[in-house]
């Protein structure tokens, strides 16, 4: 029931940039785990590795006891979802019903399936109805949310969330915070990246504290405690 294991991973850019040095991380199926790390940790360059965006990894990344690079478009897609921080990365077709739709035609599906999928996603995020609307007109917010929707139409195992509540206000920070959990409860593995020290403890059950290696892994109990 191992959803990630990742062993041994290095990374450089090719400017020499050393981004990830003898990554090990583990995460269960169900599990809520967070990343914490300061501004160039590696969590992006992680996550690209978690996704398979960069292939033929220099160490093992597993999803579901699959090397990631073994797994075709369509399944990688379906298996890890990731929501970049900036939703403006995420969104960049005319309506929020194309960017939705996006994931689900890419992986083959009929049009009526797109269908179910974005109206099921944009349903779950709370934005039913934001069909026809441009992305660009929405609040910040309501971006995010979107920009999540568009990640779980394509129905992913693993939810990758990069700095979820950054540049919130409080109270579409609090509805993000409660979406990921349920989420989390109906059963998708979920991995959320801040560097936020005072948020991310209370929202997860384990983390690793990664600054390009591992510096610390525990409960948010086991982890803080000292400090
Ligand atoms: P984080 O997501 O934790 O902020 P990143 O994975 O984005 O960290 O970056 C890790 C390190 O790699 C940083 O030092 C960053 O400057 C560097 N980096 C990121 N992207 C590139 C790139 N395309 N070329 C060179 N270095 C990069
Ligand atoms: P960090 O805390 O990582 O430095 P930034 O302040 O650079 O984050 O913001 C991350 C992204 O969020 C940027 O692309 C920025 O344009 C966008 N952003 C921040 N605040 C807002 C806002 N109120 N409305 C729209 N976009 C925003």
């Known amino acids: 029931n191992e959803a990630i294991s990742v062993r041994n991973l290095n990374y450089a850019y090719p400017d020499g940039t050393l981004a990830l040095k003898d990554i090990e991380i583990h995460v269960k199926k ?26 033929n990894p220099d160490g093992e990344v597993n999803i579901f006891n699959q090397d990631i690079s073994s797994l075709k478009t369509e399944e990688r897609i379906h298996r890890v979802g990731v929501v970049f921080q900036d939703p403006d990365d995420q969104l960049f077709m005319p309506t929020i019903f194309d960017d ?11 049009k009526e399936e797109v269908q179910k ?22 609040s910040y917010g309501q971006k995010k949310r979107a920009a999540i929707a568009a990640v779980l139409s394509m129905e992913p195992d693993i939810l990758i969330l990069d700095e979820p509540t950054a540049n919130l206000d409080p109270r579409s920070k609090a ?7 349920r989420l989390n409860s109906e059963g998708i593995t979920t991995i959320i990246a801040s560097h936020e020290v005072n948020t991310l403890p209370e929202l997860v059950d384990r983390i690793y504290i990664i600054n390009r290696e591992i510096i610390a892994e525990g409960t948010p109990r086991e982890i803080f405690s000292n400090w």
């Open 30 to 55: 169900g599990e809520k785990i967070g990343i914490l790390g300061p501004n160039g940790a590696g969590k992006t360059t992680l996550f690209m590795h978690l996704n398979g965006v960069i292939k």
């Open 100 to 110: 939705v739709a996006f994931g689900p035609i890419n992986m083959g599906l009929n």
């Open 117 to 138: 999928r974005v109206s099921s996603a944009l349903k779950t995020v709370g934005l039913s109805g934001f069909e026809e609307r441009v992305p660009h007109n929405l």
């Open 175 to 181: 509805e993000l915070i409660k979406l990921v959990n």
